[in-house]
Nanobody, 124 residues
Framework: QVPLVESGGGLVQAGDSLRLSCAAS????????MGWFRQGPGKEREFVAA????????YYTDSVKGRFTISRDNAKNTMYLQMNSLKPEDTAVYYC?????????????????WGQGTQVTVSS
C-alpha cells in the first residue's frame, strides 16, 4: 500500500490560484509515476496531469495546459499541482494517484494507489 494524502484545496474566486500537494508517508515515491485527476459534480473522474518518476516528463489535459503545472520533490515524497487562472469549470474533487512505473499512465484504470481527494471550488 502507498498511503497518499492530498491537501491545499479550498474555495477561491475565478482567476485565483491554488497549489495542491500530495504526500506519501512511509514510502518513497521516487520510482512511481504520479498523476492528478478530478471529479466534478455528476461527472466521471478525469485525467488532469501526470509526471514521470524523475519529474522530467509531464503531461496535461488540454483544458489545463498553460494554467496548471505539475511537479514533484522526491526528497520530500511529495507531488504538487500549481493551478493558476482558475475557472468555475475547474470545480471538482482532486485526487492524486501513483503507480510504480517508468512510463506515465493517463487513465484512472492504470493507477494502483489513490488519495482521498481534496475539494476545489471556484466561484464566478
Amino acid at each position: 500500500q502507498v498511503p497518499l494524502v492530498e491537501s491545499g484545496g479550498g474555495l477561491v474566486q475565478a482567476g485565483d490560484s491554488l497549489r495542491l500537494s500530495c504526500a506519501a508517508s512511509g514510502r518513497t515515491l521516487s520510482s512511481y509515476a504520479m498523476g492528478w485527476f478530478r471529479q466534478g459534480p455528476g461527472k466521471e473522474r478525469e485525467f488532469v496531469a501526470a509526471i514521470n518518476y524523475s519529474g522530467g516528463y509531464t503531461y496535461y489535459t488540454d483544458s489545463v495546459k498553460g494554467r496548471f503545472t505539475i511537479s514533484r520533490d522526491n526528497a520530500k515524497n511529495t507531488m504538487y499541482l500549481q493551478m493558476n487562472s482558475l475557472k468555475p469549470e475547474d470545480t471538482a474533487v482532486y485526487y492524486c494517484a501513483a503507480k510504480p512505473s517508468i512510463w506515465v499512465p493517463k487513465t484512472v484504470a492504470e493507477y494502483d494507489y489513490w488519495g482521498q481527494g481534496t475539494q476545489v471550488t471556484v466561484s464566478s
